[in-house]
């Protein structure tokens, strides 16, 4: 236990992800192996970490990073199903919602369960996994390349 948290994967599915501090998040995807993450990406624990992670984007989000950036990106989270969410930022804001728009996306960056929690809980590198092909990009690949910048990422 850490700060009152659980860390064991047999007990993130009582856990409230809402009231996780993104760097107690970071932490505890750390400390899981690839094979304790594929045995919670299941059903209905699936759903709500990917949900938290993407809610957690629009308050992550730094718009003095992004400046005058007009880009929709579409993530590809693979797993037992296919979960699709897209990040709009323009204007200074960074809108996520669940599912494909009707704007074709200037990147879609596809990965599995693990390689996509390790991503936004600072845990792997993107380029690092573009080059281990874990990470799949279509699009803007500069765009890609500095995502990470316009996000406050934790540190675990």
């Known amino acids: 236990m850490t700060n009152g948290v659980s860390r064991e994967p047999a007990d993130l599915a009582a856990l409230d992800f ?3 501090s993104p760097e107690e998040f970071a932490r505890i995807v750390k400390g899981l192996s690839n094979g304790e993450i ?7 624990l ?6 938290e992670v993407f809610r957690r984007m629009e308050r992550q989000f730094r718009p003095e990073r992004a400046g005058s950036l007009d880009a929709v990106i ?3 989270v693979t797993g037992e199903t296919e979960v699709v ?4 930022i323009s204007g200074g804001t960074c809108t996520v919602r669940e599912g ?3 704007t074709d ?7 599995g369960d693990a390689e996509f929690l390790r991503l936004v809980s600072g845990n792997a590198s993107p380029v690092t996994m573009f080059m281990t092909r874990r990470l799949k990009l279509a699009g803007d690949v500069g765009l890609a390349s500095g995502l ?4 406050d990422i934790p540190k675990a």
């Open 38 to 44: 594929a045995e919670i990406m299941r059903g209905e």
């Open 100 to 102: 494909r728009g009707d």
């Open 18 to 20: 809402a009231a996780v």
């Open 74 to 76: 579409r993530w590809k």
């Open 105 to 111: 996306p200037r990147v879609t960056l596809t990965m």
């Open 46 to 51: 699936r759903t709500r970490v990917l949900g």
């Open 85 to 88: 969410h897209e990040i709009a």
């Open 148 to 151: 990470t910048r316009y996000f």
